[in-house]
């Protein structure tokens, strides 16, 4: 999603957008004559989205390839009958798949392969963001924030395209939209693929009767996985309508702002 930053640009400190704004409150915004200016990404930020984005795209796809060796959801501890599915998923096409043609070994390697580099860039970047402040200054929420008139005004400036925030980097949808997917989603897509993975499952078995068994943690791993390709859906749809190639040249680059 898009925000401003103190130059009127709109900004996304961890995705890389930025977008020149317009009209009074642009001008408003101009950096003084000789005010210094600084990278708007962070090295960390910038190598974290794109290696998070290359694991994501291969564990969704290779998921998808692993999903078609039996598309049946259950709840529970164990589950082989349609009868007690409760959700059967289509068979993927080969194209939206890794490898691209239905092999489930292969798809498993290809799956593996992404989920540890997955695990430990996320264990990096909230352990970045909570020695630089970057999580308290950027993405945690203020109580002011969660009143409903202050959220009702953000919701209704999202769907007027103006994504600008009164005193940060990130309005109140955007943090929580960031909170949600860094402090639930990700850490639950690692949490629930160690829940089904042969080798960790044993370990995990605690965790596992917490949520009700094994084909629980499963349901669980697919609900995660599909929640955010939900949220990279909206997020590059946003990006589509805030100047693009700016933001990703700057979380190329890390563009710059005025300090």
Known sequence: ???????G???D???GQRTASSGSAARRHLPR???ARVRRHGLSVRLWHWVNLACLVTL???GLNISNAHPRLYWGEWGFESARAWLTLPRFPGWMTIPGHYSLSAARDWHLLAAWPFAGGLAFIWLTML?????RSDLMTRRSEWRPSA??????????????????KLNFLQK???GIVLGVLLPGMVISGLGISPGIEPLARPLIELVGGRQSMRSLHFIFAWSLFAFFVVHVTLVLLSSPLTQVRDMITGGRHAA
């Open 33 to 35: 004559p000789g005010r």
């Open 131 to 135: 020695l630089t402040g970057h999580f």
């Open 60 to 62: 969704f796809m290779s």
């Open 176 to 178: 929580l939209s960031y």
């Open 151 to 168: 959220i009702r005004a953000d919701i209704v400036a999202h769907f007027q395209l103006d994504f600008d925030s009164a005193d940060g």
């Open 13 to 15: 400190p961890l995705c």
């Open 1 to 7: 999603m898009a925000c401003r930053g103190d130059t």
């Open 9 to 11: 640009e709109r900004v």
